[in-house]
Every structure is written in C-alpha cells, then in structure tokens.
C-alpha cells in the first residue's frame, strides 16, 4: 500500500483531533509542539504516559486508561507511536500525520539529540533522560515494516479519517504552508 503526500486544503483546516505517529527520530515531537502552538490544541505525548521514571513501563492497562481518557476528548493532538493500540488513536481522529522519514535521517537526529535536544519538547517522563537503547534502534529500523498492514486496515475500515505520510523536509514544509505555521 502506498500512501502519498496529498496537502491540506487551507479553508478546511477544522481537524481538532490530530494523531501524529513514526518513526522515532522522525521529528513528531518537534511537529507536534509547533502545531499545538498554532492551534492551542491540548498536546499529548504518549511516550510521557507509557513510561514512568527511570524508563520503567507503566502497567498496560493503566497505560491504555490513560489514551482511552484523552481519545475521548474534544479536541487534542497525540504524539506516538504504540502500535498495540494505534486503532484507539486513528478511530477518534480526524487527521492523521504519518511521518516516514528515511532510516538514516532518524538514526542521525536520534543520535544529534543526545546532546541538542530541544528543552521546549516536554515528551518524557521523570528522570527519563535521553539515551540510545538498542531496542530503540531495532524498532525505529523496523518500525515502516510493523505498521504497513495495521495501516491498511485502518485506512480502510476508516476512510472519513484524513491520512497524509510526510516522506521528507519538503513535504513536511508543504504542510506547514497549508497549516500557517512557517515563521
């Protein structure tokens, strides 16, 4: 299944529930601040929820309350991935922003962010400091392979629900244009 880049039409930004997911490095977190600060929609990080301190995982169902609280809003914007419970996400969403940034890309800016990380990105949990966990790695060069089929699904089974994947800084600032957020 191929998804392509299709912009937003301006005069139909009404989306008050916008569901941003990808691969890790891809920029959602940095996306998802700088669209909360144009919409003043509630932010919500799913990385911020699903760990506790010191990178230990929170019980899954307390995890899945939590999304299930958030989902059920008027209007937000979710940042994460969480395969597992994706479809919570994307049935209550009316956008949803895939970002599918090249494996070297993200491998750069995973490592970059180990010393540059932007203070302003409130996406962690206490004392959960920025580091590299082979697993972190593993998922993010695996991450296009494990989400293609649930994708499909859901964009099936879901087809009012808007899909744009965003490949490359290009098609993210085409976005941006749509949106009013370049500076």
């Not at 989400?147 to 859901?154: F, G, I, S, T, W």
């Amino acid at each position: 299944m191929k998804i392509t880049f299709n912009p937003l039409e301006k005069s139909h930004f009404s989306f008050k529930k916008i569901m941003i997911f990808g691969r890790p490095g891809s920029g959602k977190s940095t996306f998802s601040l700088a669209l909360h600060k144009v919409t003043n929609l509630p932010l919500h990080h799913l990385d911020k929820h699903f760990y506790e301190s010191h990178w230990v995982e929170r019980d899954r169902d307390e995890f899945l309350n939590i999304q299930r609280s958030i989902v059920e809003k008027d209007a937000w914007i979710i940042d994460g991935n969480n395969i597992k419970s994706l479809e919570m996400r994307y049935a209550k969403a009316d956008l949803v922003l895939y970002f599918n940034y090249p494996r070297w890309i993200c491998y750069g800016r995973i490592i970059k962010r180990l010393w540059d990380k932007n203070i302003e990105i409130d996406d962690r949990a206490p004392a959960c400091k920025e580091i590299i966990h082979f697993k972190l790695l593993r998922y993010m060069w695996s991450f296009e392979e494990r989400v293609l089929e649930p994708l499909r699904v859901l964009k099936e089974k879901y087809p009012d629900t808007r899909l744009i994947e965003i490949k490359n800084d290009r098609e993210l600032g085409l976005l941006k244009d749509e949106l009013g957020m370049r500076e």
